[in-house]
Each structure stands twice: as structure tokens, then as C-alpha cells.
Nanobody, 118 residues
């Protein structure tokens, strides 16, 4: 059974930091590219950041570039999203997604809430 379990969300003040984690099980982690998406109330889900299966390439949405960093630890089957200089507009439910590198299948986590507010 495939599971992606996000953690690390919460309430933080503007300018603060959070680190999200997504632990994968039931998959060969090294064959999946991993991504973080987010969905704010009333808005569509949007891609935040992606990292390749080998961890050798990353890509970011323009709105988070320079503030967020995606990384992965293949030994721990975990992907991370370090979020710095958080803004109220970063408030959303954050989801991780696993995409097989050959496009064969994909999986979503259940999401973790991030709220940026004073």
C-alpha cells in the first residue's frame, strides 16, 4: 500500500520559517520525482517545487523562488520543503506528489495546512 504522509505544517508569523516533510512508503522512492503543490481556499492547486528522482534537478514556481528549497533524502524515503520568509499569501494546504520517472503512475499525500498570519 502506497502512502505519502506530510508533516510540519502549522501557524507561523510573516517572515517566519517552516519545514515540511513527506515520508513515502510502499514505493521504490528512487524511481519517483517528488513535488510539492499547494491549494489556497477558492483557488486551484498549484505546483510549488519539483525535484528529480536522483535529486540532481529542482524547479520552483516564480512566487517561491529564492524563499523555498526542495530536497530529498533517498535513504529515508523523504522529501522536504524548507520555507523561509513566509508571507500571508503562502497560506494553503500543501500536498506532496510522487510521479514515476517513466510516467507510469502517481500518488498524492493527504496534505498539511500552512497558515501565515500575525
Amino acid at each position: 500500500q502506497v502512502q505519502l504522509v506530510e508533516s510540519g505544517g502549522g501557524l507561523v508569523q510573516p517572515g517566519g520559517s517552516l519545514r515540511l516533510s513527506c515520508a513515502a512508503s510502499g514505493v521504490t522512492f528512487t524511481t519517483y520525482a517528488m513535488s510539492w503543490y499547494r491549494q489556497a481556499p477558492g483557488k486551484e492547486r498549484e505546483l510549488v517545487a519539483t525535484i528529480t528522482s536522483a535529486g540532481d534537478y529542482t524547479n520552483y514556481a516564480a512566487s517561491v523562488k529564492g524563499r523555498f528549497t526542495i530536497s530529498r533524502d533517498n535513504a529515508k524515503n523523504t522529501v522536504y520543503l524548507q520555507m523561509n520568509s513566509l508571507k500571508p499569501e503562502d497560506t494553503a494546504v500543501y500536498y506532496c506528489k510522487a510521479d514515476h520517472r517513466l510516467g507510469l503512475r502517481y500518488y498524492w499525500g493527504q496534505g498539511t495546512q500552512v497558515t501565515v498570519s500575525s
